[in-house]
């Protein structure tokens, strides 16, 4: 099984700067793309920004400028700064990895699996 744990989250006024991470673990698992999502309440769950193994990103129109994600793939890592926050930044954010994955309880073989995880809030006061 593969698990990601997201930290870094918490409260910021606007105009300042939060440091997300997220540690991917488990066993048996190969990691390609990494990214950041975010849910604002009422919303549905949008990009923020991604980054490939070798290194290339994207980044959703609205954090370009002010947010850069990383990775470390030696320890299976991303991390996403986010500098100059705004109120309409305030979201659950989600790390999520993909790769390859057998699931050995069902014994079937995902050439391209999403992993999650379990999300940590950011809120920007105004």
């Known amino acids: 099984q593969v698990h990601l744990v997201e930290s870094g989250g918490g409260l910021v006024q606007a105009g300042g700067s939060l440091r997300l991470s997220c540690v991917v673990s488990g066993s048996s698992y190969s990691i390609n793309a990494m990214g950041w999502y975010r849910q604002a309440p009422g919303k549905q769950r949008e990009l923020v920004a991604t980054?490939?193994?070798?290194?290339?990103?994207n980044y959703a129109e609205s954090v370009k400028g002010r947010f850069a994600i990383s990775r470390d793939n030696a320890k299976d890592t991303v991390a996403l700064q986010m500098n100059s926050l705004k109120p309409e930044d305030t979201a659950v954010y989600y790390c999520?990895?993909?790769?390859?994955?057998?699931?050995?309880?069902?014994?079937?073989?995902?050439?391209?699996?999403?992993?999650w995880g379990q999300g940590t809030q950011v809120t920007v006061s105004s």
């Open positions: 999520k990895a993909d790769g390859p994955f057998f699931d050995a309880s069902s014994s079937i073989y995902y050439r391209s699996y999403d992993f």
């Open positions: 980054i490939t193994s070798d290194g290339s990103t």
